[in-house]
């Protein structure tokens, strides 16, 4: 059974940062690429960042681009997002998900991706 747990969301001011985390457990965590996601209420979960299962590779959405990293810790079975130069548009639940299939990197499409954190709230004020 894979279970996510995602930390380290909170309020933050606009131009702030955070820096998110996703502790993975019940697979062979450094063999899958991963992802984060969030969701603001009333809008469809949305693709935010990818790392590949070595670190190697990353992608990322274009709202994004620029301002957060991903990275991940193999050795500790977690990813990271680290989100600067926040934005009210930013407020969200955060969610990461492992993707489906080992070995391959993940985009932005949610059936890449086969489990998910309960997430963490992201609220940026203005």
């Known amino acids: 059974q894979v279970q996510l747990v995602e930390s380290g969301g909170g309020l933050v001011q606009a131009g702030g940062s955070l820096r998110l985390s996703c502790a993975a457990s019940?697979?062979?965590?450094?063999?899958?690429?991963m992802g984060w996601f969030r969701q603001a209420p009333g809008k469809e979960r949305e693709f935010v960042a990818a790392?590949?299962?070595?670190?190697?590779?990353?992608y990322y959405a274009d709202s994004v681009k620029g301002r957060f990293t991903i990275s991940r810790d193999n050795a500790k079975n977690t990813v990271y997002l680290q989100m600067n130069s926040l934005k009210p548009e930013d407020t969200a639940v955060y969610y990461c998900?492992?993707?489906?299939?080992?070995?391959?990197?993940?985009?932005?499409?949610?059936?890449?991706?086969?489990?998910w954190g309960q997430g963490t709230q992201v609220t940026v004020s203005s």
């Open positions: 998900a492992p993707a489906q299939a080992m070995g391959v990197m993940t985009g932005p499409e949610t059936d890449e991706y086969d489990y």
């Open positions: 019940g697979r062979t965590f450094s063999s899958y690429a």
């Open positions: 790392i590949s299962w070595s670190g190697g590779s990353t």
